[in-house]
Nanobody
């Protein structure tokens, strides 16, 4: 079965960096786009970044553009989210998801989700 497992979250000071990983299994990884989302307490789920199957096309939310970078290693079946210049408002649970539709910013285009990893940024 399809499984997505995030790791790499934790507590970091404002201005610091973290790299999240999402290991995929149970399907042909190369055939699908991948995305990162987050949900902060009391807020709606937010699209952050997406990468098409080859990784050549990437998409970012304005809130993280220039600070976050999505990448994927198809040989390792893993997608990453490098997060730099973190801010307290980046505190949330971060999720990776398997996509494939033509609208990478739309969460409805994603059919499988990981369990999430907590990121906490202290001021």
């Amino acid at each position: 079965q399809v499984q997505l497992v995030e790791s790499g979250g934790g507590l970091v000071q404002a201005g610091g960096s973290l790299r999240l990983s999402c290991a995929a299994s149970g399907y042909i990884f190369n055939n699908y786009a991948m995305g990162w989302f987050r949900r902060a307490p009391g807020k709606a789920r937010e699209f952050l970044a997406g990468a098409m199957w080859s990784g050549g096309s990437t998409y970012y939310a304005d809130s993280v553009k220039g600070r976050f970078t999505i990448s994927r290693d198809n040989a390792k079946k893993t997608v990453y989210l490098q997060m730099n210049s973190l801010k307290p408002e980046d505190t949330a649970v971060y999720y990776c998801a398997r996509g494939g539709g033509p609208r990478p910013r739309d969460p409805r285009e994603y059919d499988y989700w990981g369990q999430g990893t907590q990121v906490t940024v202290s001021s």
